[in-house]
């Protein structure tokens, strides 16, 4: 199994799914249709395992800066 790829997630997206307050196991769902619709792409590029690993490197990276 291959490393997961976290670059692949687009930052402003995941941010913006974030913000939706949805639960954990919802935002790659979520984040699938939000591509869609700035992209017009159903495919985002990523798989869920990208998207987590993203995920989860943005939310310790903002808890350590103290934000929510």
């Known amino acids: 199994m291959s490393k997961p ?8 997206l995941l941010e913006a799914v974030v913000k939706t307050g949805k639960d954990r196991a919802s935002l790659f769902s979520e984040y699938i ?4 619709m700035a ?3 159903l495919s985002p590029g990523c798989d869920a395992r990208d998207f987590y690993a993203a995920l989860d ?9 103290g934000g929510r």
């Open 39 to 41: 992209t017009g792409r």
């Open 57 to 65: 490197e943005y939310l310790q990276s903002r808890d350590e800066k």
């Open 33 to 36: 249709r939000y591509h869609y």
């Open 5 to 12: 790829k976290p670059e692949r997630v687009f930052r402003e």
